[in-house]
C-alpha cells in the first residue's frame, strides 16, 4: 500500500486493545480507541505519523508561545484555505508560503518537531479541541475554529479518501455515507462539532469560529473579523489581496507551482489533488435525494440543541 519509508518507529497494538469492527461488505476493520476516537491499527503500526498513543501525551503537554495559533478545523472544511490566509494576515507578505500545511499538522508531527519554527507559529489540526495543549487554555492562545455544512464535508471527504494511503476509502458512496454519518473519521462529524461548539460557549478558549460559505461568499470582510481577532491590523487594501491570492484559483495553482510538497514526503500524489471543486453545495451532484433526506434526519436530531447554523447552498 505505501512504499516510501516509515520516518517514525511503527507501534505495536496490544492483542487485548484491538475492536474489530465489520464494514458494509463484512470486511473486518482493526481499530483502536484513542483518547475516544477510534484509530485504525493500521496507523500506528506502518509508522507513517507518529504513535497517537505517545503523541496525544506529547500534545497535552507542549510547551506553546504566547503568540501561537491553533487552526482547527474537522477535516475537508477549507483547512488549507483559512492556514495560507492567516500566515499572509500573521506575516505581512503577500506570499504564499512555500511550506505545505501538513508540515505543521500537530497529528502528522511530534511537537519538539515544531521548536524551530520562528514565531508566529500556526499550527493546525483535525484532533478535536478537547485534544488541543493545555496551554492553550490556561494562557488564552488564539484558536481558529473553522466550519463548513457537513454535507460538503462529507462528499468531499469521500473523494479525498479514495486517493488516500493513510485512511483509504475503496467502497461506493452509499458505503461511505453509513460510515461518515456514525462512526466518522476517528471521530464523527457531530461529535467533534458539538464539543467545539461547547467549548465556545464555555468561553475557556480565546476562539473565533469561520465558516467555510461565509468566506466564500464575502471573503473581504470574514478576513478582515480573523485579522481583528489575530490583532495583525493590515488595511483594507490588503486584505482585499490576500482574498485575492487565496480564492479556490489562486490557491490551486500555487500548490502545483509554489509549494515544495517534497518537504512533506508521505502522501505526496494526494497532497497534488488537495484542491478538488470549492463550492458550496457541491454535495447535490453525488448525494441522491434520499441520501440528503437521510442526513436531514440524521443533522437535526444530532444538532437538535445547537445553535450553530449551516449554509448548504451556494
Ligand atoms: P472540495 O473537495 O469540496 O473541493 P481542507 O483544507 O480542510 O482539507 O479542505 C479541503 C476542501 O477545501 C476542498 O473542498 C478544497 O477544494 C477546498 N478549498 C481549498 N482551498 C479553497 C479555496 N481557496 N476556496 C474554496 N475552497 C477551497
Redesign the pocket.
Known amino acids: 500500500m505505501e512504499e516510501s519509508k516509515p520516518k517514525y518507529t511503527p507501534g505495536e497494538v496490544k492483542e487485548e486493545d484491538i475492536v474489530r469492527i465489520p464494514d458494509m461488505k463484512g470486511n473486518i476493520k482493526e481499530v483502536i480507541d484513542v483518547e475516544g476516537m477510534v484509530v485504525p491499527c493500521h496507523i500506528i503500526r506502518n509508522g507513517h505519523i507518529p504513535d497517537m498513543r505517545e503523541n496525544l501525551k506529547k500534545i497535552r503537554t507542549m510547551k506553546c508561545r504566547d503568540d501561537d495559533i491553533f487552526l482547527c ?1 474537522y ?7 483559512v ?2 490566509i492567516a500566515n499572509m494576515l500573521t506575516t505581512g507578505k503577500l506570499e504564499y508560503l512555500t511550506k505545505p ?1 501538513e508540515s505543521v499538522m500537530m497529528e502528522f508531527h511530534y511537537p519538539e518537531e515544531f521548536d524551530n519554527i520562528p514565531s508566529r507559529r500556526i499550527l493546525n489540526t483535525h484532533l478535536p479541541l478537547r485534544l488541543l495543549p493545555t496551554e492553550v487554555k490556561e494562557k488564552k492562545l488564539k484558536v481558529l475554529l ?1 466550519q ?1 455544512n457537513p454535507k ?1 464535508v462529507t ?2 471527504s469521500f ?2 479518501l479514495q486517493k488516500a494511503k493513510m485512511m483509504p476509502f475503496q467502497g461506493n458512496f452509499e458505503e461511505f455515507f453509513m460510515m461518515f454519518t456514525t462512526l466518522g473519521l476517528m471521530v464523527s462529524w457531530f461529535d467533534y462539532t458539538l464539543e467545539a461548539e461547547q467549548a465556545v460557549k464555555d468561553k475557556e478558549l480565546d476562539i473565533h469560529v469561520l465558516y ?1 460559505e461565509q ?2 461568499k464575502n471573503p473581504v470582510s470574514t478576513i478582515k473579523g480573523l485579522s481583528e481577532f489575530l490583532g495583525t491590523d493590515r488595511d483594507d487594501e490588503y486584505i482585499a489581496k490576500v482574498a485575492e491570492m ?3 484559483k ?3 495553482k500555487a500548490n502545483e507551482d509554489v509549494k515544495n510538497i517534497e518537504e512533506y514526503m508521505f502522501e505526496k500524489d494526494l497532497m497534488k489533488g ?6 458550496i453545495g ?1 454535495w447535490k451532484n453525488t448525494m441522491t435525494v434520499a441520501q440528503s433526506e437521510q442526513f436531514d434526519e440524521i443533522f437535526s436530531d444530532r444538532m437538535k440543541d445547537s445553535s450553530f447554523k449551516f449554509d448548504f447552498s451556494k
Open positions: 478545523a477535516m475537508r472544511s477549507g483547512t488549507h484555505w492556514w495560507e500545511k473553522v463548513r460538503d462528499v468531499s473523494y479525498f467555510y468566506l466564500k487565496c480564492s479556490f489562486g490557491m490551486k488537495h484542491y478538488r471543486k470549492g463550492e457541491d
